[in-house]
């Protein structure tokens, strides 16, 4: 059974960075590619950043280019989310998921629970 548990959600101050970690267990992890989601009240879910099996290739949504960054560990199962210069609008709940690479594209094929991360002025 896989599971995707992510960790590293808190209450931070605008300006602030806050790293995010992913532990994945029950896939052949490098077999995936990994990506984080978030999803602010109200709002629909947005893309947050993508990465490639073999961590050689990274993709990020606009509003998050130059602040954000996704990198993993496949030695360890794991995936971070680096969130740097955090602002109001990044105050969110948090989603990592998987995606088997032989798959380039379409829907993500297991889901974490989500962690909170809220940004205060």
């Known amino acids: 059974q896989v599971h995707l548990v992510e960790s590293g959600g808190g209450l931070v101050q605008a300006g602030d960075s806050l790293r995010l970690s992913c532990a994945a267990s029950g896939l052949t992890f490098r077999s995936y590619t990994m990506a984080w989601f978030r999803q602010a009240p109200g709002k629909e879910r947005e893309f947050v950043a993508r990465?490639?099996?073999?961590?050689?290739?990274?993709y990020y949504g606009d509003s998050v280019k130059g602040r954000f960054f996704i990198h993993r560990d496949n030695a360890k199962n794991l995936v971070y989310l680096q969130m740097d210069s955090l602002s109001l609008d990044d105050t969110a709940v948090y989603y990592c998921?998987?995606?088997?690479?032989?798959?380039?594209?379409?829907?993500?094929?297991?889901w974490g629970q989500g962690t909170q991360v809220t940004v205060s002025a």
């Open positions: 990465i490639n099996g073999d961590g050689t290739y990274c």
């Open positions: 998921a998987a995606r088997a690479a032989i798959r380039r594209a379409g829907e993500y094929d297991y």
